[in-house]
């Protein structure tokens, strides 16, 4: 009973903060409001027993993202450009967007409705994700590790291109 008011409780922090991200003038309480958000994700998270998704989403995007994205709204300038215009003259179609994105996703899961798949409590886990990681995604995860380090490469060199002229 108690894991349901909580659920409730963060789901009601995303959903607000999320709307301060869009609806607010200031683009630092705009960022502000973010960090709220990523914060009840990752608390959802917490309450599934996904460890290693609350541990990312608190780490990366609350701990990285959020504080970099606050650095280079800070360092931006004035206080007068840190305030926008919230709403332009394309508001209508955004509805209408919004509005054929929610029917589809509507339409798209009451086709599951009823498909509960139940998995074992260890999925989600640190340790299921590691052995995974390591044994069947272990090509897929060494791939990838390469490419992020050839984009590291790539950007140092373009970096350092644009020093040299």
Known sequence: MIKTYVFYLLSLITI???LGVVLCRNLFY???SLGVSLIGVGGIFAMIKADFLFG???LIYVGGILVLMLFVILLAGRAKDLIMKQVNEQWPGAILVCMAVLWSMW???SRFAGVLQRTHEEAGTTKEIARLMLTDYAVPFELTSILIIAALVGAVLF???GYNK
Do not use: D, Y
Request: avoid cysteine; aromatic fraction near 6%; hydrophobic fraction near 45%.
């Open 16 to 18: 607000f903060s999320s």
């Open 30 to 32: 705009s960022a502000l």
């Open 56 to 58: 990312a989403q608190i």
């Open 107 to 109: 339409r798209i899961s």
């Open 159 to 161: 970096v350092k291109r």
